[in-house]
């Protein structure tokens, strides 16, 4: 059974200009390991193709069982300047956790 990003964990993000962020934290302990093996740079690359333009950066924050994501040159120059409809970090957040849960031992 394929499982989500989504079964695991909850999302708050938000944008600056053409920089996306969003914080990734665990619905359980037990769940953080699942998300920093799900949560990579190069996951996202993959799921966000050709948007994401710039770095993208996964910063663990052990202490309170999240990663926080910054990716650079993700939104089409940005809320007011891009041609893509409804891409702010909203947006973004959302659909990071369409991420396929890649720990196949995961709860």
């Known amino acids: ?10 999302v ?10 969003v914080g990734v934290i665990a619905k359980t302990p037990a769940d953080y390991q699942t998300i920093l093996k799900t949560v990579t740079p190069a996951a996202l690359k993959e799921l966000f193709g050709d948007w994401a333009k710039g770095t ?12 926080s994501v910054v990716m650079r040159g993700g939104l089409g120059g940005g ?4 041609l893509r409809l ?3 970090g909203k947006a973004l957040g959302n659909a990071v956790l369409r ?3 890649t720990d196949e031992n995961a709860g």
């Open 79 to 82: 809320a007011t300047r891009t």
């Open 56 to 67: 993208i950066t996964v910063y663990p924050m052990d202490n309170i069982e999240a990663v």
């Open 12 to 21: 708050r993000s938000g944008d600056k200009g053409d920089v996306f962020n």
């Open 1 to 10: 059974m394929t499982r989500y990003l989504r079964d695991i964990a909850y």
């Open 86 to 88: 409804d891409q702010t």
């Open 99 to 101: 991420l396929v849960i």
